[in-house]
């Protein structure tokens, strides 16, 4: 049956590489993805039966064995969980670490985080808990709200030319007014000319 099945396999692609007049032709998107769509169906299916089995050779095992060596068992079992759950609280520290880095946002303290809400039941790191952690964090500022520079003093020109005495003598009044208004005078009024 295998060998018929491999026959028909080969015919049916082969008819789809080549046309009626012996040309090659190429095989289209639906093809394609009928194909990928059929072998991972059969690999999901062997992948269950695998499953299967192997629950179903577990408890063979376990039904053989012995009270000592369900005792044994279950010490085994009991010990790489607790290992697990040890070095899982360190994993979870780096992760988290390591996605805050990426995100670009700053942890909280260590002393305020419950690092065994990010490891699960068997000892592993749930990395979909610390991305959604780290995404809640807040995002740090790129510029400040306000400006930095309240309260320094003198902080350099005001890009506006001042006028010096020489030029305030040749003015009249009213432009004298308009260059105080518009900043001309500013150095001069501070004593710097």
Known sequence: MDDNA???GTASTEGTETG????????????LQAEIDKWKALSRTNEKRWQDASAERDQLKSAGMTDA??????AKAEARTAA???YGTRLADAELRA?????GVELPPADFLNLSKFVGDDGSVNAEVIGSFVSSLPKPVAEPEFTQGLGLGRQGGSGV?????DDLSRMSPQEINAAR???QLDSL???EL
């Open 6 to 8: 491999q026959t028909a």
């Open 20 to 31: 009626e007049a012996g040309t090659t032709q190429a095989p289209t998107v639906e093809t």
């Open 69 to 74: 060596e369900k005792a044994v068992e279950a």
């Open 84 to 86: 697990l759950s040890e």
């Open 99 to 103: 996605q805050a880095a990426k995100a």
């Open 161 to 165: 030319s001042q006028l010096s005495r």
């Open 181 to 183: 208004k518009a900043g």
């Open 189 to 191: 009024m501070r004593g």
